[in-house]
């Protein structure tokens, strides 16, 4: 009498834990490509450069549009923040950050220095070449932007490199442009960048010897340092027709070439 009702119920408990199993495995199914790191390459056309000097003032801003990506994580239904070392390109997928090309007219010439220096939308200048040091100007820029020691400097011009070398006191200590390196251009005049991390066996601090061969926004002339001075920047010199010139009329103004 009791028999057909007993398996009646059983089934009818099978059943409900079947549903419940085929509940969790379509959950798992459903949102598992959901909880995966995604990553997705976010461009967008940057229009302003924006130089300033060390109080603030804007110096200038340029409007060469460029393309500046980033990679963005993104996550859907995860619930882990994404940390920093997901901002990475997903192997095999996602696509490549644009190569940008400093030198669109083929000038010899990047045609916006100031942001190839550093591959920065913005840099501050410390020091302009009307500051008096002792009894005369500097006549040359110092070039800062955060975090700057260490950072690679890009050379403003295609050319060959002239000089690597340090300058020392009496005693042998560093003063003055540090550890530098002289490029020269197109033109045969003379780009100075000083302040270098470098060494005595290497001054660049990436390799350069007299003679390297140099590409305009892309070739590192050397890392950021405070070498021969109190704080870390660039020194930027340049000496045309074996002058010292201030570089600075060249910042505004994309379309002139240095
Ligand atoms: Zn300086």
Request: overall charge negative; hydrophobic content about 30%.
């Amino acid at each position: 009498m009791g028999g057909p009702k007993n398996e009646e119920s059983c089934k009818k408990v099978y059943g409900r834990q079947l549903f419940f199993v085929f509940l969790l495995l379509g959950f798992v199914f459903f949102t598992w490509p959901a909880m995966q790191a995604r990553y997705e390459l976010a461009c967008s056309t940057v229009w302003a450069v924006v130089i300033t000097e060390l109080d603030g003032q804007v110096v200038s801003t340029t409007s060469t549009p460029y393309q500046q990506c980033e990679w963005i994580t993104t996550y859907s239904g995860g619930s882990t923040p994404p940390r920093d070392q997901d901002r990475q390109p997903e192997p095999g997928g996602g696509g490549t950050p644009p190569v940008i090309n400093y030198d669109t007219n083929n000038s010899g010439f990047v045609d916006c220095y100031q942001t190839a220096i550093f591959h920065t939308t913005s840099l501050t200048i410390t020091s302009t070449c009307e500051e008096v040091r002792g009894s005369v100007p500097h006549n040359a820029l110092d070039l800062w932007i955060p975090n700057i020691d260490g950072k690679a400097a890009y050379s403003v011009c295609n050319g060959t490199v002239e000089k690597v070398d340090a300058q020392r006191d009496g005693n042998g200590a560093l003063t003055g442009w540090g550890y530098y390196v002289e490029i020269k251009d197109p033109a045969g005049n003379i780009w100075r960048y000083a302040h270098l991390k470098g060494t005595n066996v290497d001054p660049s601090g990436v390799g350069l010897t007299k003679g390297s061969q140099i590409a305009a926004g892309t070739s590192q002339v050397g890392l950021c340092d405070s070498s021969g001075a109190q704080t870390a920047h660039l020194h930027l010199e340049y000496w045309k027709d074996g002058v010292k010139t201030c570089p600075v009329s060249k910042l505004g103004n994309c379309s002139t070439k240095a």
